[in-house]
């Protein structure tokens, strides 16, 4: 796990964070209120449905 020191280790409960290594800061966490369950759902379903048109070769009415 991380070091009791780290700060995502503090994150709990429905809280998104992100922690960047900068060249000019060092690492920068930043943090938040995730989405919601059913937001969450509703892009991965749209993410998948938009990789599976991708993938389709393109169809030609006759």
Known sequence: MLPD???LAAIE???????LDTD?????TISGAGAGRI???F????????????SQPPRFRR
């Open 5 to 7: 020191g780290d700060p």
């Open 13 to 19: 409960g429905p809280i998104n964070a992100l922690t």
């Open 39 to 41: 937001e969450t759902g």
């Open 43 to 54: 892009a991965l379903l749209a993410d998948i449905l938009a990789i599976h048109a991708q």
């Open 24 to 28: 000019l800061l060092g690492p920068v």
